[in-house]
């Protein structure tokens, strides 16, 4: 089992940045598929950016393309989410999930491991 926390979010202005971090504890995740989900107040949880265990191979919402950086350091177990051009749409509670397995992966459905949520709120 492993266990994920979430660190780096806040309050932000439209148009700042924010980095979010996802570090692993009780196994090593560097041959684990990462993500980034956020759930927005009265809606569903969605997919934000993946990247596979390499850090190779990124993909991202259309959202948040050209605005956000998923990346990973496996010496340190640990995953970010650099958000930059932060838009009020963008307040939501943002989840770090691992999948046991290469590739990258878009659908909450597919990983195996939470972390508890860390909070972004963008103000405009």
């Known amino acids: 089992q492993v266990q994920l926390v979430e660190s780096g979010g806040g309050q932000a202005q439209t148009g700042g940045s924010l980095r979010l971090s996802c570090t692993a504890s009780g196994r090593t995740v560097s041959s684990w598929a990462m993500g980034w989900f956020r759930q927005a107040p009265g809606k569903e949880r969605e997919f934000v950016a993946g990247i596979s265990w390499t850090g190779g191979s990124t993909s991202y919402a259309d959202s948040v393309k050209g605005r956000f950086t998923i990346s990973r350091d496996n010496a340190k177990n640990t995953v970010y989410l650099q958000m930059n051009s932060l838009r009020p749409e963008d307040t939501a509670v943002y989840y770090c999930?691992?999948?046991?397995?290469?590739?990258?992966?878009?659908?909450?459905?597919?990983?195996?491991?939470w972390g508890q949520g860390t909070t972004v709120t963008v103000s405009s």
């Open positions: 999930a691992a999948r046991a397995a290469s590739g990258y992966y878009s659908d909450y459905t597919d990983f195996d491991s």
